[in-house]
């Protein structure tokens, strides 16, 4: 069974830092791409962000782009996301995700976490 678990959620002000992680069992994805998405209340699910199954291209949603970095060690088959300068915008429900594919749409990612909240307070 695949099993996808996050952490590192919480609550910050705005102007902080958090670093979430996810921890995959169940089988090796070290030839998948791994995302995070996320959702705000009353929102859609979003894109966040991906990473190559070697680590080697990474790609961000605008919103993100310099502020967030995605990262993973497949020995330990884990990617995590460290989110600087956080805006109450920010605020979300994230998930971690695994794709066969370097995705960039919510649609194309076959396993999911979860979730870990995530509130930016002003």
């Known amino acids: 069974q695949v099993q996808l678990v996050e952490s590192g959620g919480g609550l910050v002000q705005a102007g902080g830092s958090l670093r979430l992680s996810c921890a995959a069992s169940g089988r090796t994805f070290s ?6 998405l996320r959702q705000a209340p009353g929102k859609e699910r ?5 990473i190559s199954w070697r680590g080697g291209s990474t790609y961000y949603a605008d919103s993100v ?3 967030f970095t995605i990262s993973r060690d497949n020995a330990k088959n884990t ?3 460290q989110m600087n300068s956080l ?4 605020t979300a ?7 066969r594919i370097f995705a960039v749409t919510p649609g194309a990612y076959e396993y999911w976490g979860q979730g870990t909240q995530v ?3 002003s």
């Not at 979003?46 to 991906?50: K, M, Q, R, S």
């Not at 805006?87 to 920010?90: C, V």
């Not at 429900?93 to 794709?99: H, K, L, N, R």
């Open 119 to 121: 509130t930016v307070s």
């Open 93 to 99: 429900v994230y998930y971690c995700a695994v794709s």
């Open 31 to 36: 030839s998948y791409a791994m995302g995070w």
């Open 87 to 90: 805006k109450p915008e920010d």
């Open 79 to 81: 990617v995590y996301l």
């Open 46 to 50: 979003e894109f966040v962000a991906v």
């Open 65 to 67: 782009k310099g502020r």
